[in-house]
């Protein structure tokens, strides 16, 4: 296991120091770590573990559960294609497909330019549009594979 460099020690500690207290306090602690970082060190399993008396057994335990947590660096970018119901029974398979051929990258993997992750999702609820997608934090309805392409490149150049 390789040692944290001090930024990544410092985002640990900070959620620790503030989330700690809290009834239940990994997932918030998890989460924090995640929003600061983009994902959970596995060198940070042990100082979260030891800071809330868990073994690290259980914390890696949660981190693995949970589609949600990256045990790795994402691209630049985050692509999450749902894989629900309704977008499913609205072609949303083609533009998964699609994705993962422009992207050459399958599930929980980056673009070979760094560019982007791409995640299943499971319900990005916005079923009325389907199918969906979401990159970073930004929301796209109907999102066939050509309208995938205009959204990929409009991110490349941000």
């Given amino acids: 296991m390789s040692e ?6 410092q985002a640990i500690d ?13 997932l918030p602690i998890l989460h924090a ?15 979260i573990a030891d800071a809330l008396n868990l073994s690290r057994a259980e914390v890696h335990g949660v981190i693995s559960f949970y ?3 990256r045990h790795k660096a994402p691209g630049k970018h985050v692509l999450q294609v749902c894989r629900a119901e309704a977008c499913q029974a609205m072609q949303g398979e083609k533009t998964e497909a699609h994705a993962k051929q422009r992207l050459s990258a399958d ?10 992750t791409l995640e299943a999702a499971y319900c990005l609820g916005n079923c009325a ?4 997608v979401m990159v970073d934090e930004k929301l796209y309805g109907r999102v066939t594979p050509e309208r ?4 990929l490149a409009e991110w490349r150049h941000r």
């Fill in 148 to 151: 995938l392409d205009e959204v």
């Fill in 67 to 69: 589609h949600y947590f």
């Fill in 33 to 47: 770590v995640q929003a600061k970082l983009g994902y959970i060190p596995p060198a940070g399993v042990g100082r």
């Fill in 4 to 9: 944290l460099d001090d930024p990544h020690a």
């Fill in 129 to 132: 549009a389907a199918p969906t």
């Fill in 14 to 26: 900070t959620a620790i120091a503030s989330l700690s207290g809290l009834p239940g306090a990994l």
């Fill in 107 to 116: 599930y929980g993997s980056t673009s070979p330019d760094g560019q982007f």
